[in-house]
């Protein structure tokens, strides 16, 4: 076996080989080179340097290796051959023959195989030829997200040309599905980009009974560091052609946001044809203005009642009977705040004028503050609202209510907090030609708690403690009775009934504290007990004075499983007024199982719901959700889906079945897609199968 040469050159090196971003920067330091090799030589006429045998060349983040290389010092030229490999950090290159000139940074790689770690993406050629610091020609190439000799897709091109950071411009394109050309693109453009960049987006096609046949594009448009849009185009058959904006921005002093505009021409609504405008409006936002005055809105408004029912594609969305517009400034002085708003609200069920809207209501309020050293406290509470609507009363409100408060221990175990508060309202410019009038009525409440707690070690031989509290906790009502017939009632604080009872509660935490092994310790509260009831003095409840009793509870035995319900019970009939219970399993492998199920007695609720995912059976996934009415015996929704996710690829087939309170019959679709890893969805089929 030869001896290995082993030469150390130090010397400025020009800027170097580079085939992608990483090795674009080689060369720009003076670094040294390190050249090995079983064989070497060196001409110092021709400043040429001969390798052979198991080369290794490493400059910087570089590494060229083959059987053979040249090195001209004095051009910069490198021949390799032999089982040529590069590697940098993120990027790798094969070939069998290489010539690279490191002063310009280009040459040519014949039979290579260029691969990019992060995104996995493979790309191959007849031959791979560097223009430039960020230009590529490929010829007789493909590229691939896949792994293997033989993909499960890619696609192959007579020439690919690519600028890293710009776009992929492809001639002669043929999709491949394993070996088998499937589709043909003559010309086809795609972003190479790891930065956001305008362009067109994936368009999606569908067909439904409701919209007809449905094409969908899009266009993404970069409008600065900190802001974007997105236009949209849509065509449907049975409905018309509707456009949309999203703007997207983010600026100084915590201000972001986003707002969203859809409007449509509707030429038919059910086989009807018709002339209907349609569109939706919202924006969303939150930041500070000048001077520290916070801004926040969250605002939504459509002009047609059936606009969700048409358009909403989640049960969020198209069982809403309301839409709400909000925008409130504030501003805080340490313990004292300002707060404006306006809300604006539309029914969506019926075309009700009487909608009560604020515009506005205005809020001055000093948080509880200490007396001097004493043990008393002063709070304030100030609103002014503006009442206003369609049809109906309309005027306005000025309402303030001060605040006495103290605070003792007894025995320091007994915390007793009395509180006595003084409500005054002011009513004035009212349209029912009723004369400006006011009303005051006294609220008192005295709240006595206290807390015993004892700590376990290693209880159940847990390694770590357990430490159970018990808070008793007593709350006093009174509210006199007054008559308030003389002012306009248009909210709850009109109108104020009057208060004599006793609430008592029980409260039980048990918190676990781990002790890691680091020495560090950790605490999950595993379990919460509330249990709670009133005890009616007035003269009304004489009859019945012991109110439902609630019980509400929080269990978190394991970071895996939780279980929280919050139920009331009648204590005169034994009967469940109110059932509120919610439960999920996950694991770390996306294994989950979510149950939701909710009782009222007064609404007449019966209503389930149950969300299923698997993932045991990787690589098939599947995932099942049901809302079931109980009181109606009916499926209000159901969806099955099962998904096939490969390396750089997965198909998921989806089955959705609503209840249509306008059909005879519950409206079902099915959507196929196909995902590509790197190119993202490519294709989809949406179909309304009412038939079935």
């Not at 940074?105 to 992060?118: Q, S």
């Not at 190439?141 to 710009?166: E, I, N, Y």
């Not at 708003?341 to 009700?352: G, M, P, S, W």
């Amino acid at each position: 076996m030869l001896l290995r040469a082993l030469i150390f050159i130090s010397l400025c090196i020009v800027p170097g080989l580079a085939l992608a971003a990483d090795w674009g920067q080689v060369g720009e330091s003076e670094q040294p080179v390190q050249l090995e090799a079983d064989q070497l030589s060196y001409d110092k006429d021709a400043g040429l340097y001969r390798a052979s045998g198991d080369v290794e060349l490493i400059h910087g983040d570089l590494e060229v290796r083959s059987q053979t290389l040249k090195w001209n010092q004095v051009s910069g030229e490198i021949d390799a051959e032999g089982d040529v490999q590069l590697f940098s950090p993120d990027e790798e290159l094969f070939g069998s023959k290489a010539h690279y000139n490191l002063q310009t940074g280009t040459g040519t790689v014949e039979h290579g195989h260029f691969y990019l770690r992060d995104e996995n993406l493979h790309v191959r050629g007849q031959s791979i030829e560097r223009l430039g610091e960020l230009d590529y020609r490929v010829k007789e190439g493909t590229f691939t997200t896949c792994d293997g000799d033989v993909p499960s897709w890619k696609f192959g091109a007579s020439q690919l040309d690519v600028t890293m950071g710009g776009y992929a411009r492809a001639r002669n394109t043929i999709f491949y599905l394993k070996n088998i050309p499937s589709l043909y693109f003559p010309y086809m453009i795609y972003p190479a980009k790891t930065e956001r960049e305008s362009g067109l987006l994936i368009p999606s096609i569908g067909y439904s009974d409701k919209r007809g046949f449905h094409y969908g594009g899009a266009y993404y448009q970069v409008l600065g560091i900190n802001q974007d849009a997105t236009v949209y185009l849509d065509y449907l058959s049975e409905k018309g052609i509707g456009k949309g904006l999203e703007y997207r921005y983010v600026f100084g002093r915590g201000n972001a946001g986003e707002a969203r505009f859809y409007h449509m021409n509707v030429d038919k609504v059910d086989g009807v044809e018709v002339d209907e405008e349609r569109y939706a409006l919202e924006w969303q936002h939150a930041g500070l203005l000048p001077g520290g005055v916070r801004m926040v809105a969250d605002a939504e408004y459509v002009n047609d009642d059936e606009y969700f029912e048409d358009f909403g594609n989640i049960a969020e969305e198209y069982n809403k009977d309301k839409v709400q517009s909000i925008f409130s400034l504030s501003k805080n002085w340490g313990k004292y705040s300002l707060v404006g708003q306006l809300k604006y609200t539309k029914d969506l069920e019926v075309d009700d004028p009487t909608t009560l809207q604020l515009l506005p209501r205005i809020n001055f309020d000093a948080a509880r503050q200490r007396i001097g050293e004493s043990v008393f406290y002063y709070g304030l509470e100030t609103e002014y609202s503006n009442f206003w609507r369609q049809e109906g009363l309309r005027g306005e409100r000025l309402m303030a209510r001060p605040i006495l408060a103290a605070s003792f221990q007894l025995w320091d175990a007994v915390g007793v907090t009395p509180e006595i508060s003084y409500r005054e309202r002011y009513y004035w410019n009212l349209n029912d030609d009723s004369d400006s009038g006011h009303g005051g009525i006294v609220e008192f409440t005295t709240t006595i708690n206290s807390q015993i707690q004892k700590i376990y070690d290693r209880p159940l031989g847990f390694s770590g403690k357990l430490r159970h509290s018990v808070e008793p906790e007593i709350v006093y009502n009174y509210i006199p009775e007054k008559d308030q017939d003389d002012l306009p009632y248009f909210d709850q604080y009109d109108d104020i009934d009057d208060e004599n009872q006793i609430e008592y509660a029980l409260v039980q935490r048990f918190t676990l504290r781990f002790d890691n092994v680091d020495g560090e310790s950790s605490y999950r509260e595993f379990l919460y007990l509330r249990l709670s009831q009133a005890y009616d003095l007035t003269d009304e409840a004489s009859e019945q004075r012991f109110q439902d009793l609630r019980i509400e509870a929080l269990l978190l035995p394991t970071t895996w499983l939780s279980l929280r319900t919050d139920t009331t019970l009648d204590v005169d009939s034994g009967d469940w007024t109110k059932v509120t219970v919610e439960g999920k399993i996950k694991d770390q492998r996306d294994n989950s199982l979510g149950v939701d199920y909710r009782y009222d007695s007064v609404n007449a609720i019966d209503y389930g719901s149950v969300n299923l995912s698997v993932a045991f059976l990787k690589p098939v996934y599947l995932n099942y959700q049901q809302r079931y009415e109980f009181s109606t015996n009916e499926q209000l929704e159901q969806v099955i889906g099962i998904e096939y996710r490969h390396q750089c690829w997965s198909v998921q087939l989806t089955f959705h079945e609503l209840q249509d309170e306008d059909q005879d019959e519950d409206d079902r679709s099915v959507m196929l897609t196909f995902t590509m890893r790197g190119i993202g969805s490519v294709g989809g089929l949406d179909g309304s199968l009412g038939g079935i």
